[in-house]
């Protein structure tokens, strides 16, 4: 029976589980994974198809073979997201709305930072250009989340994204131009008739 810790995160792009993924002696679907990063690599066997709603590397195993992990970027921005849009309490929205926004700054210094591509072809950038998390193609991360931000975008319409936040303005705007995005992304009217019974968008 496969088992997922429910402390998973997000770390620098990977999904990184504290629990070790068990299944049945036998019923494993496994490929064969060789991961490389800087001053080190490692070879390993993948297991897919295993019902988990993300990809996930277990903690232990990455801290054993020294990968370096990043702060848990897109798990604090899902969760300050879901703490401000489902607020039952109208008394805690500007402390929850601080606390959106100041995740949100932090996920946009995240979009700003160089990933090691592109420090590899310009060690001296000053500031990433990729259009999304893992580069300028969407990835499962992405998928996770434009949906969430998306949602404040319709739902909460008082509440405004910074336009200086300039990576996460990029993101969205790459995003909205993105046909993947465009044509799987409901209508407003559909995420409001979806959202009409949340507290967030009865007390507006």
């Known amino acids: ?14 999904l990184v589980s504290a629990t070790t993924q068990a299944s049945p002696s036998g019923s494993r679907t496994t490929f064969p994974v060789h991961l490389r990063w800087p001053g080190s690599s490692a070879s390993c066997s993948a297991l897919i198809d295993s019902g988990a709603e993300g990809c ?20 604090m921005t899902s969760s300050t997201f879901s703490a401000y849009i ?3 309490n109208p008394g805690l929205n500007d402390m929850l709305e601080k606390k959106l926004l100041k995740s949100l700054m932090k996920f946009d210094q995240y979009l700003l930072t160089p990933h ?10 000053p500031q990433s250009s990729r259009h999304y998390l893992d580069g300028n193609s969407l990835s499962l991360a992405d998928c996770n989340l434009l949906p969430k931000l998306n949602i404040v975008k319709v739902v909460c319409s008082d509440f405004e994204i910074p336009v200086a936040l300039t990576g996460l303005t990029r993101y969205l705007t790459k995003a909205y ?12 009217s559909k995420i409001l008739l979806a959202y009409h019974s949340v507290p967030k968008y009865l007390n507006k």
Request: with cysteine; net charge negative.
């Open 56 to 75: 996930f590397m277990d903690e232990t195993w990455a801290r054993e073979h020294d990968i370096p992990l990043s702060p848990t970027v897109l798990e």
């Open 1 to 14: 029976m496969s088992s997922k810790s429910q402390s998973s995160s997000v770390r620098g792009g990977l």
């Open 177 to 188: 131009q993105q046909d993947e995005f465009r044509y799987t992304c409901p209508k407003d």
């Open 86 to 88: 489902k607020n039952p």
């Open 116 to 125: 090691l591509h592109e420090l590899d072809q310009n060690p001296d950038v």
